[in-house]
C-alpha cells in the first residue's frame, strides 16, 4: 500500500476553485487513487478515483500527472457545504489479510463566507 | 445509489455485555467491511469480508468476530463489550476490485459504560 502525504489543512472562500493535493511516490503500478470527503458524525463519501491521466464527474476532477507520483483533487466553486474532511488512498483492492486500507488523517478543508 | 444502512446510530451498551452491529447493503456488493473511527485515529480496518461465510482479519481484530450468512449483510459482534470500545463503527460495501471505491453506511456510535 502506497502511503500518501496530503496537507493537514487548508481554508478557501466560496466561489472559488480549491485543489488538494496528495502525494504517493511509491505508488504501485497496479494502484489506483480513491478520494473521500466526510463531514462530521458521518461515513466517508466516495467521490473520485482514477488510475492516471484526468478524471470528471458531477462532483469533482481528478488530475494524475504521468509519472503518477502525486494527484489532485480539484473542486469547482466551492460552497460552504463543501467544509470537510478530504482523504486520499491509494492501492489495489485485493480483499485478502495482506489488504491494508489506510484512510490516513486527511486534509482538513475549511470555506469561508 | 448504492444504500447502506447500519441497525442503530446511537449505541450505549454496558461492560461485559454481547453487542450485534448491524450493516445491510443493497447493491449486491461482494465485499463488505467494518471500521471503527476514533479522534486522532482516522478510520481503521477491523474485518472484511469478501463472499458470503468469508472472512479476513483487519488492521485491530481483537475484541471483535463476524459474521457474513448472507451477501447482504454483515454483523461486526464484540463478544464482551469493554469501555476501550466505545467508538463510531462505520461499514461499508464495494463492488470494484479496483481500487478503493467502498460506500459508507451512516455510522453507529457506541458508547460502553
Known amino acids: 500500500l502506497a502511503k500518501t502525504t496530503q496537507p493537514i489543512s487548508m481554508d478557501s472562500y466560496e466561489g472559488q476553485e480549491v485543489n488538494i493535493t496528495c502525494s504517493h511516490n511509491?505508488?504501485?503500478?497496479?494502484?489506483?487513487i480513491t478520494w473521500y470527503q466526510q463531514f462530521p458524525s458521518q461515513g466517508p463519501r466516495f467521490i473520485i478515483q482514477?488510475?492516471?491521466t484526468k478524471v470528471t464527474n458531477e462532483v469533482a476532477s481528478l488530475f494524475i500527472p504521468a509519472d503518477r507520483k502525486s494527484s489532485t483533487l480539484s473542486l469547482p466553486r466551492v460552497s460552504l457545504s463543501d467544509t470537510a474532511v478530504y482523504y486520499c488512498?491509494?492501492?489495489?483492492?485485493?480483499?485478502?489479510?495482506?489488504?491494508?486500507?489506510?484512510f490516513g488523517k486527511g486534509t482538513r478543508l475549511h470555506i469561508l463566507p | 445509489d448504492v444504500k447502506v444502512t447500519q441497525s442503530s446510530r446511537y449505541l450505549v451498551k454496558r461492560t461485559g455485555e454481547k453487542v450485534f452491529l448491524e450493516c445491510v447493503q443493497d447493491?449486491?456488493?461482494?465485499?463488505m467491511f467494518w471500521y471503527r473511527q476514533d479522534p486522532g485515529l482516522g478510520l481503521r480496518l477491523i474485518y472484511f469480508?469478501?463472499?458470503?461465510?468469508?472472512?479476513e482479519k483487519g488492521d485491530i481484530p481483537e475484541g471483535y468476530s463476524v459474521s457474513r450468512e448472507k451477501k447482504e449483510r454483515f454483523s461486526l459482534i464484540l463478544e464482551s463489550a469493554s469501555t476501550n470500545q466505545t467508538s463510531m463503527y462505520l461499514c461499508?460495501?464495494?463492488?470494484?476490485?479496483?481500487?478503493?471505491?467502498?460506500?459508507f453506511g451512516p455510522g453507529t456510535r457506541l458508547t460502553v459504560t
Open positions: 461499508a460495501s464495494s463492488l470494484s476490485s479496483r481500487g478503493y471505491e467502498q460506500y
Open positions: 511509491n505508488i504501485a503500478t497496479n494502484d489506483y
Open positions: 482514477g488510475y492516471k
Open positions: 488512498l491509494v492501492g489495489e483492492l485485493k480483499m485478502n489479510r495482506d489488504d491494508k486500507i489506510i
Open positions: 447493491m449486491d456488493h461482494e465485499n
Open positions: 469480508s469478501y463472499d458470503v461465510k468469508m472472512k
